[in-house]
């Protein structure tokens, strides 16, 4: 195929517009919709992996759109009323295809390039942990637009309507809002609603938006969608060659057998489908203070505060402290109740007392967060009025500060900030020794996820 034909192509169809358009409605979606997520470790521009899911996300509508603008595209010949000049010219209708398909593909692989480089200069500068695992992602996505712009080409010309592309593009929207719909499901036991991929679901190539920022998809999904979507370009292809009705029947065969194989493929079992990145999650540490490899830039600003706050801890405590201080790299499903360890005290950056904290702060939200870690099920956002009364009358009793912080206590009513100063001067009001015993009660509850922190702190037993 002579090299120029594909370039005149960019400049004489909607190809190029179609790149500029994906480029230009992604980016919308990224800055103005995501934005940055404030200081969210899963942010699109704050880890490759992330990135690449983030911007696999915004294909929920990209997919719909470049298949609309492929089926205008393929009704070009139709709209120049060229069809029969063109069925009657010596060049094979491959030869045709084959053009369009290239510029196409060209215009719309360059725009979500685009995109991934935007994402990708951005990550450069927010962390040290570089690595490939994003590149599958962001190639089965870009694969996805160019498969379903062919695809969209094809229909378009077996279908010359000026209905089609809008009842295509709506057709593929209506598909991915069913499949993204079919993802959540809601716990009988706990009433909570999560987020589960099932087998029809990863179909769309529209990834969930990052959940961790230890997560990515299995291969078994990149090889799976990588099938179908290959079945579906061979099919646009076919259809955009064929002349002939037997033809446009046989030219379907592509598409229905990747959907069979990749339904074969792909993971049923919904644990396979987003699994923990083994190399990212590897623990990078100075003395007792591990960071996951993700994070391994912010180590240097967590060791000092991290060994002041064990410090503090073991003084206090004594032999019942935590003598270690690490990330968390169990990724919990929705609905389940985390597990601690009295030993070893986990943290996540995502949790926003350690996300912004600094120095002394960042040492006294790590003691708060060690002694009463999170036990609300995961997916639920808030955390009790008790654990956090706990947790600050703890980190100040540790500390030896005069009194709770106030700012500790922001969205507190009258009645609660009486009951955490009740209890606070209750607990300095007692000998050392049965102040240590209070706390290292309400702690030993607090990692086994049992009892009521505060009920402790004030002399009740924890269940």
Not at 162 to 187: E, N, R, Y
Not at 189 to 210: C, F, K
Not at 231 to 242: S, Y
Request: glycine share 8%; hydrophobic share 50%; net charge positive.
């Amino acid at each position: 195929m002579n090299k120029r034909i594909p370039c005149i192509e960019l400049r004489r169809s909607i190809a190029a517009w179609a790149g500029v358009m994906v480029l230009g409605a992604a980016l919308a979606f990224l800055y103005l919709i995501l934005g940055e997520g404030e200081r969210s470790t899963t942010r699109w521009t704050a880890q490759w992996t992330s990135m690449a899911l983030q911007i696999r996300g915004s294909l929920y509508f990209l997919w719909p759109l470049a298949v609309g603008l492929g089926a205008l595209q393929g009704m070009r010949d139709h709209r120049s009323r060229m069809s029969e000049l063109l069925a009657s010219t010596p060049r094979p209708a491959s030869h045709r295809a084959a053009t369009l398909s290239a510029a196409m593909a060209i215009a719309l692989a360059s725009g979500f390039a685009a995109i991934v480089l935007v994402g990708g200069v951005q990550v450069l500068f927010n962390t040290e942990y570089t690595h490939l695992g994003w590149l599958p992602i962001s190639l089965v996505g870009a694969l996805s637009l160019v498969a379903g712009a062919v695809l969209g080409m094809g229909v378009g010309r077996a279908l010359p309507s000026v209905f089609t592309p809008p009842a295509l593009a709506a057709g593929i929207l209506v598909f991915t809002t069913i499949m993204q719909m079919s993802l959540t499901k809601v716990d009988a036991a706990t009433g909570i609603s999560r987020t589960e991929p099932n087998l029809l679901s990863l179909l769309s190539p529209a990834a969930q938006p990052a959940l961790d920022v230890l997560l990515t998809l299995s291969a078994s999904v990149h090889v799976g969608q990588t099938i179908w979507l290959l079945g579906m370009a061979a099919t646009g292809f076919a259809l955009l060659a064929a002349g002939s009705l037997r033809n446009r029947l046989i030219a379907l065969t592509p598409v229905l057998a990747g959907a069979v194989v990749a339904l074969l493929v792909l993971p049923s079992d919904t644990r396979q489908v987003y699994v923990v990145d083994k190399i990212a999650a590897e623990l990078v540490c100075e003395g007792p203070i591990c960071v996951t490899k993700t994070h391994q830039a912010r180590l240097n600003d967590l060791a000092g505060p991290g060994k002041d706050a064990l410090r503090r801890m073991h003084s206090a405590l004594k032999e019942q402290a935590p003598v270690s201080i690490r990330e968390e790299t169990n990724v919990w499903p929705d609905g389940s109740t985390p597990r601690w360890s009295r030993e070893i005290a986990l943290f996540g950056f995502d949790d926003p007392m350690i996300a912004a904290a600094k120095g002394k702060e960042l040492s006294r939200a790590l003691i708060a967060n060690s002694l009463v870690p999170d036990c609300s099920p995961r997916g639920v956002e808030a955390v009790s009025v008790s654990a956090i009364s706990a947790q600050s009358i703890a980190a100040s009793w540790v500390l030896d500060e005069s009194e709770p912080l106030s700012s500790d206590f922001t969205y507190f009513s009258k009645l609660q900030l009486d009951e955490v100063h009740r209890v606070w001067k209750e607990i300095k009001g007692l000998p050392r020794a049965e102040q240590r015993s209070r706390v290292s009660v309400m702690y030993l509850g607090a990692v086994a996820c049992k009892g009521d922190p505060l009920a402790a702190l004030d002399g009740g037993a924890s269940r």
